[in-house]
Structure formats: structure tokens, C-alpha cells
């Protein structure tokens, strides 16, 4: 197909004006975290870091920022282990109901986060579980396990079976080539469905709304709540600006662990191909 | 101490040797493996999430009135069609609609560029400046947008003397911000797939550019584009917080389902909430009929 030079120069320019727009947002709050007035005011008139020092004196964001931190590192670890259970199944098996299970795993962020929020939180009312950190690590875990089974599932896909056959050759029993081959080849990308599963946990609102109860406070919640509050603006831009910050951290180490190519979304979001087919038939 | 340094090694062994039997009885037996695989997920998510749905599904026809005393009534389903709840749900489909279109829109020539003008170097580049906004917090970009759209003094309105304000129309735009890299990213997927000989072919047949985009490009794209539409669409369909934030006085089934949900009328707010559920599966049959599955 031949594309014409103003074509090419049309398409460059629209594609840099698009990505621009993704990040004037998240530029405005990072400069308005530094401005020195006490309202929200455009362009600021002069800048200081103030709000940045009074910030970690302050007990309201750095409590909810330690309490956002346990959920995602315990949900992770819970959605690991699940994650992983469920990904070495569908690749490596070929059973009665294995698409379900995909289905599964992916359908508790397919559907709108409203509806899992509020069908977590009519389990446990009617399950009579009180609300706090258990029922948040329970409801994020669930919409976690889908980055992990997502992230191992591709890796194994690439790897061919027939290592872990050469191990049992070999002499290895089932524990030992999981640990001496499989664990390692599956490594990074447990690593990076890992980091995914936490930055989903850290920022997840929805859900975390409707099955945090009254005695627990994420920092997505400290945000949400004290944004309305017109005395701390200023704390709120900060806070925002610090976690927009953060949240290039797991990106750019995810993007280091995958392979490139779309890494993070196609992991966070990729439902299992159904028209694969498992490389190795293992009941006769 | 004598004693557990000479019992320690043949009860070490002892262990191995059981771990050893435990580990080829698992080889032996592929399906207890399966089975030993699969009971921990899937208790996990039958009992959490679909025992989550069906207590949703059970609520919404509990009278609304009492939570803990049994009964059954089908009110809460008949109050769902009445009111100004079917304007709701209908605003609120034509909303994921719009954020769908206007992603599309913006998506197809950026995913175009990146797969098939960028240089190797500037594609990965880009691919990483798409997702990085993805994972800043949610929370964070929607109040960002608030600071850009007050019509009090924001930063729109400081800079261009204009600005949408709250309302309808700042909810579209901020959606479809919000989502644009879940459309980009399943679409430049789809394009880097898609041979370049084929484009070639075309041109070789006198197919112009313009031709070629609509003739072999967009058919042959179409299971990415949808895959896309499926985030956009279903992210849109159930958000409230955007509408809190940046909404004004609009009403979309997110808000009414949470402030049912406040205001404890609980069997109301489950039923109102299947209907996002029956526009998704409905949304996902159709979807998978394109075999948009594949491209997710």
C-alpha cells in the first residue's frame, strides 16, 4: 500500500497529539502538587514543595497507603499460587469443561466492576462475614488471579512441553520438574503477573469501595473521599502526583520481565484463545 | 542432641522417600495431578464469584424492605422497567456507545502508525507511552480531569476560555480517556499481525490507499477492533466514580446501583445491576461470533 508523504505526516502528527493527550492530565497534577497555593488555581503563580513535606507528616494518606500496600502484596500472593494452579491446567491438560475454567478466571473483570462489587458484597452480608481486611483480600484476589493465569498461560504456551517430558526421562518426579524446569522457565512471567496483579490490587476502587467496610481505608478510598474536602486540595494534588508517579515503577519493571510487544494490557486483559489447543494430551 | 543428629538423617530420608512415592504416584496418575491443580481455583472462584452472583441473583428478588427475613418478590424486577430507570439504562448505553466510537476513531490511525510506519525502536517506544497511563491510578486521572474541566476556573477554561464543564458530555470525554489504550493495544496487536504483502498485494492490484483500508484491512481487523470494544464498552457501562467526579448531575446505572446500595435498598440495587450483566453476555455472544476472543 502506498501512503503519500502527507499521509505519513498526518498520521505522525495525529498519533504524537493522541499520546500527548494521555498524559496532559497526569502532567497538570504533578504541577499543580507543587504549586504554592492553598485552592486549585491555573497556572500557578509560584511554586514550592510544602505541601510535599507536609504530606509525610500527615497520618490520614500514609496509614491508607500502608493499608493498600498489605491487601495487594497478600492478594498477589494468593493470586499467584491460583493463578499458576489454573494456568498449568488449561495449557498442559486437556479435560471436560476446560474452556469454563478460562471463563472463570476472566470473568470477574469482564463483567463491570459495579456488579462485582456489589455480588461480593451481598455474599458476605448474607454469608453474615464482616467487612474489613479479610473480605478486601478475598475480593481483590478473585479479579487478580486473571493477570497471573494470563501472564503464565502465554509463557507456557511458547514453551514446549517436551522439557518437562526429557525431565521425566530423565528421571525427575513430578516436584522436581516443576521446580527444575518448569518454575524457572515460567519465572519472569510470574514475576511480571506479580507486579501486574499489585498495581490492579493497588489501585482498584470499585470493588474495594463495596467490601472495605467502615474500619479500613485504601489509598484509592483516602483519595476519593478527600477530594470533595476543600481544605486539602492541596494534600489530595500531592498524593495524586505521588502515586501517579509510583505507578511507572511496575510498569516499567513488568515491561522488562515480558517479552515487549503489549506485555502489561494483553496480560491484564487477554481472555485464554479459545481455539488453543494444549500442546500435550496427558490422560490416554 | 546425640539423639537428633542420629535420628535426623533417617528421618530425613524417611521423608524424602515419602515425598519420592508421593511424587511418582503423581506421575502415574495424570488426572489426580488435574485434579490436585485445579481444586484450589476453582473452589476459589465457584465459591467467591459465582456464589457472589448467585447471592446477587437471590437478593434481587428479596423483598427490599428486609434484609434478613426470607421472602420472595419479583417487585424489585418490575421497578427496574418503570421510573426513569429503562432513560437510565438507555443513557447509559448510549454513553459506553459513544466512549466505543470515539475510541475507535482515535485508536485506528494511532495502532496504524505504530504497526506499520514506526521504526522497530520508536514502536516499542510507543507501545510502553500507551500503557504507562493505563496504570496510573484510576482514582487520580479522573480527579486530574476534574481540575481540567471546572467550569470555575480550570485548566481548560484558564487556557482556551472554554470548557465542557460537568455534565454528560465531560463524562464521554473522560471515559473514553480513560479506556483509549484498551482500544489502542488489541488494535495494534491485530495490525502487527496483519502481512505486509497483503497491503502490497493490493496496491500491486490497484487497490489506492483508501481501498486497501476498507477492503482488506478493516475486514481482516474487525475481531481486534471488537476485542476492543468489549473493555471500552463494559468499563463504561458499569462506572460510577467518573460520574461522581466529573458527571454533574448525570445519572448512569453505576450511580444508581451505588446510592440504592447507600441508601440500603439493597434488592433494588442487585436488580438493577443485572442489567449490565444481560447487556455484556448479550455483548459477548455477539463478540464471540467475530471471534474477537482470540484478539484479546
Redesign the interface.
Known amino acids: 500500500m502506498h501512503i503519500s508523504k502527507t499521509a505519513r505526516w498526518a498520521l505522525r502528527t495525529f498519533t504524537a497529539f493522541v499520546l500527548a493527550a494521555l498524559y496532559v492530565p497526569l502532567l497538570v497534577i504533578i504541577v499543580e502538587s507543587l504549586n504554592r497555593s492553598e485552592s486549585l488555581s491555573w497556572p500557578p503563580k509560584s511554586f514550592s514543595l510544602k505541601w510535599w513535606h507536609q504530606v509525610v507528616h500527615q497520618a490520614g494518606p500514609r496509614n491508607a497507603l500502608w493499608t493498600s500496600v498489605r491487601i495487594a502484596l497478600v492478594a498477589t500472593a494468593l493470586a499467584l499460587v491460583l493463578g499458576t494452579l489454573a494456568s498449568i491446567a488449561v495449557q498442559r491438560y486437556r479435560f471436560f469443561g476446560r474452556e469454563t475454567v478460562s471463563f472463570l478466571v476472566i470473568l470477574p473483570i469482564a463483567l463491570p466492576g459495579i456488579v462485582t462489587a456489589i455480588a461480593m458484597r451481598s455474599a458476605f452480608d448474607r454469608a453474615g462475614v464482616e467487612l474489613g481486611f479479610a473480605t478486601l483480600v478475598v475480593a481483590h484476589a478473585t479479579f487478580c488471579i486473571v493477570v497471573v493465569f494470563n501472564n503464565v498461560i502465554a509463557r507456557l504456551r511458547r514453551l514446549a512441553p517436551n522439557l518437562e517430558e526429557a525431565s521425566a526421562d530423565l528421571g525427575a518426579d513430578t516436584l522436581q520438574t516443576f521446580r527444575f524446569v518448569t518454575f524457572p522457565l515460567v519465572r519472569s512471567a510470574l514475576l511480571a503477573g506479580a507486579l501486574l496483579a499489585f498495581a490492579l490490587s493497588f489501585d482498584e476502587i470499585v470493588v474495594t469501595s463495596f467490601t472495605a467496610g467502615p474500619s479500613i481505608e485504601t489509598l484509592p478510598q483516602w483519595i476519593l473521599n478527600n477530594i470533595f474536602r476543600g481544605k486539602q486540595v492541596p494534600i489530595v494534588n500531592v498524593v495524586a502526583a505521588a502515586v501517579v508517579l509510583l505507578s511507572a515503577v511496575p510498569v516499567w519493571l513488568a515491561q522488562r520481565f515480558t517479552d515487549g510487544g503489549t506485555g502489561g494490557v494483553s496480560a491484564r486483559w487477554r481472555l485464554s484463545r479459545s481455539g488453543d489447543t494444549p500442546s500435550r494430551v496427558s490422560a490416554p | 542432641m546425640s539423639l537428633a543428629s542420629s535420628t535426623s538423617p533417617s528421618l530425613a530420608k524417611r521423608r524424602q522417600s515419602l ?2 512415592r508421593a ?2 504416584a ?2 502415574r496418575r ?2 489426580l ?2 485434579g490436585l ?2 481444586t ?3 473452589l ?3 465459591v ?6 448467585v ?2 441473583l ?2 434481587s428478588f428479596r423483598p427490599s424492605d428486609s ?1 434478613t427475613v426470607g421472602g420472595f418478590t419479583a417487585q424489585n424486577v418490575i421497578d427496574v422497567t418503570k421510573h426513569a430507570y429503562p432513560a437510565v439504562a438507555r443513557r447509559t448505553v448510549g454513553v459506553a456507545a459513544a466512549v466505543t466510537l470515539i475510541d475507535l476513531v ?1 485508536a485506528l ?2 495502532a ?3 504497526a506499520k ?1 514506526a521504526t522497530r525502536r520508536v514502536r ?1 517506544l ?16 479522573g ?6 474541566l ?1 467550569p470555575a ?3 481548560l477554561r ?2 482556551f476560555k472554554a470548557t465542557p464543564g460537568y455534565g454528560l458530555s465531560a463524562t464521554v470525554i473522560v471515559l473514553a ?1 480513560l479506556w ?3 482500544m489502542i ?2 488494535i ?2 491485530g495490525l502487527e499481525r496483519l502481512p505486509d504483502s497483503l ?2 498485494a ?2 500491486d492490484l490497484g ?1 489506492r ?1 483508501g481501498v ?2 476498507r477492503a482488506v484491512v478493516l475486514p481482516l481487523l474487525l475481531p481486534a477492533i471488537v476485542a476492543g470494544s ?2 471500552t464498552f ?2 463504561s ?5 467518573t460520574v461522581g ?1 466529573v458527571g454533574g448531575k448525570t445519572q448512569m ?2 450511580n444508581v ?2 446510592r440504592n ?1 447507600g441508601a440500603n435498598n ?1 434488592s433494588f ?2 436488580a438493577f ?1 443485572t442489567v ?2 444481560v447487556i ?1 453476555v448479550v455483548y ?1 455472544l455477539a463478540a464471540r461470533r467475530t471471534g474477537a ?2 484478539n ?1
Do not use: C, N
Request: glycine letters at 8%; aromatic letters at 14%.
Open positions: 515425598v519420592r511424587s511418582g503423581l506421575h495424570p488426572r495431578r488435574l491443580l485445579l484450589g481455583p476453582l476459589w472462584l465457584v467467591a464469584y459465582i456464589g457472589s452472583l447471592a446477587l437471590v437478593t434484609q482515535l490511525p494511532v496504524f502508525y505504530m510506519l516499542r510507543l507501545v510502553v507511552a500507551v500503557l504507562m497511563p493505563l496504570w496510573a491510578s484510576y482514582v487520580v486521572k480527579y486530574a480531569w476534574r481540575t481540567l471546572d476556573g480550570g485548566v484558564k487556557t480517556y483509549l489504550p484498551y493495544l488489541p495494534y496487536a497491503l502490497e493490493s496496491a487497490g490507499a486497501t483500508v468489549i473493555f463494559s468499563l457501562l458499569g462506572d460510577y466514580i467526579l446505572i453505576g446501583i451505588s446500595f439493597v440495587a442487585a445491576a449490565p450483566v455484556m459477548l476472543f482470540e484479546l
